[in-house]
């Protein structure tokens, strides 16, 4: 099994800043993508960035130019930098990963961290 998890989620003030870190780790035979979600009160769950293995990052319209993410293949962690932060910004950033795993290394599957608040408050 693997697992995931976050950190670095807090209250902000608008226009602040804060960086969020996921780590994976267990029985892990390789990481296809990793990625960041969100969740606001009363709302789905949502894309905001995501890094294919090799690829490009992809963004969310509205935190293209703020957030930033990045990653450690080799130690099969993620980052997300969020700048410039607004209040429709406040939710749970969750943390997930496309994943091979031993023992049976030809199943990808998705992986969930218990997710980090985020409130952007003044």
């Known amino acids: 099994q693997v697992q995931l998890v976050e950190s670095g989620g807090g209250l902000v003030q608008p226009g602040g800043s804060l960086r969020l870190s996921c780590a994976a780790s267990?029985?892990?035979?390789?990481?296809?993508?990793m990625g960041w979600y969100r969740q606001a009160p009363g709302k789905q769950r949502e894309l905001v960035a995501t890094?294919?293995?090799?690829?490009?990052?992809n963004y969310a319209d509205s935190v293209k130019g703020r957030f930033t993410i990045s990653g450690d293949n080799a130690k099969n962690t993620v980052n997300l930098q969020l700048n410039s932060l607004k209040p429709e910004d406040t939710a749970v950033y969750y943390c997930?990963?496309?994943?091979?795993?031993?023992?049976?290394?030809?199943?990808?599957?998705?992986?969930w961290g218990q997710g980090t608040p985020v409130t952007v408050s003044s």
């Open positions: 997930n990963a496309e994943v091979r795993s031993w023992p049976d290394k030809y199943r990808q599957y998705g992986v």
């Open positions: 267990g029985s892990i035979f390789s990481i296809n993508a």
């Open positions: 890094m294919p293995s090799g690829g490009r990052p």
